[in-house]
C-alpha cells in the first residue's frame, strides 16, 4: 500500500500502466539477473582448449550484465515499484533457467545464446506494453539492452560455426 503522505507520481503514464510495465521489467531483471549468475559461474569454470578466450569474454559480458541489473532496477524503482531483490523471486520470476553441474565449453557457449534469447523475448514482451503507454524511457532502455542481447548471441553463436 502506498504511503498516504508520499507524493503521487504524475508523469503521464497512469497508474495500472506504470504497474503492469515494473512488473514486466521485474521478469526483465529477473532473467537479465539469472543471466549474469550463469555467464559468471562460467567464466569461473570454463576449460579447455578456449579457456582463454571465453574466460575473458564471459568476464566482459558478466560486468556489462551486472551493470544492466542497475539500470533496470531503478527504471522499475522510478516507475513507483519494488524491486525483486532475492533468489527466490528471480526464480519465480525468470525464463532463464541455472545450469547445474559441470558443462563443457562449447555447451556453456549454447547454453549462453540461449539465455541472451530468452532475456530478449522478454523484454519484447515488455516493450509491447511500455509502447502502449507511451513510455518511451522504458522503451529507450529496452531497445538498448535489446541491442547488446542480439549482439552478444551473434558473436556467442559465431564461436560455434
Known sequence: MANPTSL???????????KAIAAGLSKFLADTFTLYLKTHNFH?????????????MFEVHYNELWLATDLIAERIRALG????????????????????GVVK??????????GHEAV????????SMAEKAQDQVTMDLLTQ?????????????SLLE
Do not use: C
Open 120 to 127: 530478449i523475448r522478454t523484454a519484447r514482451s515488455v516493450f
Open 145 to 157: 539492452r535489446m541491442q547488446i542481447h542480439e549482439k552478444t548471441a551473434w558473436m556467442l553463436r
Open 105 to 114: 565449453a562449447e555447451k556453456m557457449i549454447r547454453l549462453l545464446v540461449e
Open 8 to 18: 503521487p507520481i504524475d508523469t503521464g503514464i497512469n497508474e495500472k500502466d506504470r
Open 81 to 100: 515499484v519494488q524491486v525483486p531483490a532475492t533468489y527466490a523471486e528471480f526464480s519465480d520470476l525468470n525464463s532463464v533457467k541455472e545450469q547445474p
Open 44 to 56: 569461473w569454470n570454463v576449460t579447455g582448449p578456449m579457456f582463454q578466450t571465453l574466460h575473458l
